[in-house]
């Protein structure tokens, strides 16, 4: 299944919010971690943003340098670069993309699905896929504006864990069943050629 991917903006970020002119940015403490450190308060870290634009001021949060829809920003925080996020590439088949359960739940393959929710009700997943963190969306965002909300949309895409499993469920049920029959029909065929074999036997010693 291609899993929908929603258009981005980075957190806190707006369509209309207006460019800045030359903001004074404070330059981020040495005494703290620097990951968490965001000069120009956009949402990104300036981690992430130099990766993005080579600064720590300079991404706007809609670069996608590869055109996959997957903004550089997010790319970069699921796997290091701006093109290494696939948007439909989906491990575990349930229609979660792979870059999103990274960054729901530390792996491409770990559990998060509609039942994983943040404080909003949004899957923690879809939540990372509307505005890029497990918490920020609120369940109201419609990025393509046909009156159904990004969450729902992104909702209709998966499907059920259990569903899964049970398609494999059967397998080794099956398996079992034909070593079965296998062995019923070579013990029917074995017991006929004993029977014959005996009767040719009675029969020779007759003559």
């Known amino acids: 299944m291609v899993a929908v991917v929603v258009g981005f903006l980075a957190p806190g970020m707006s369509l209309a919010t207006p460019a800045s002119a030359s903001p004074a940015y404070a330059p981020c403490p040495a005494t703290v971690d620097v990951s968490a450190c965001d000069a120009d308060a956009d949402g ?17 949060g809609r ?4 055109k996959d829809g997957v903004p550089d920003w997010l790319e970069v925080m699921a796997c290091g670069s701006v093109s290494c996020a696939s948007p439909s590439k989906d491990s575990v088949g349930d229609g979660i993309p792979d ?13 998060t699905d509609n039942r994983d929710v943040n404080v909003n009700g949004v899957p923690k997943w879809a939540s990372v896929v509307i505005c ?8 109201h965002e419609d990025y393509d504006g046909d009156g159904v ?8 895409c998966v499907k059920a864990r259990d569903l899964l499993a049970s398609t494999g469920s059967w ?16 013990g029917v065929v074995l017991a006929r050629r004993r029977g014959l074999f005996q009767a040719a036997v009675d029969a020779g010693a007759a003559a």
């Open 171 to 186: 397998l080794p049920i099956g398996l079992i069943v034909a070593i079965a029959g296998g062995l019923i029909a070579t």
């Open 99 to 111: 870059y999103a359960r990274i960054l729901a739940c530390g792996s491409a393959t770990c559990w």
């Open 132 to 139: 890029g963190t497990t918490g920020c969306a609120t369940g």
């Open 149 to 156: 909300s990004d969450a729902i949309q992104l909702a209709a």
């Open 63 to 66: 670069e996608d340098n590869d």
């Open 44 to 60: 990104l870290p300036d981690t992430v943003e130099r990766v993005v634009a080579g600064s720590a001021t300079g991404a706007t």
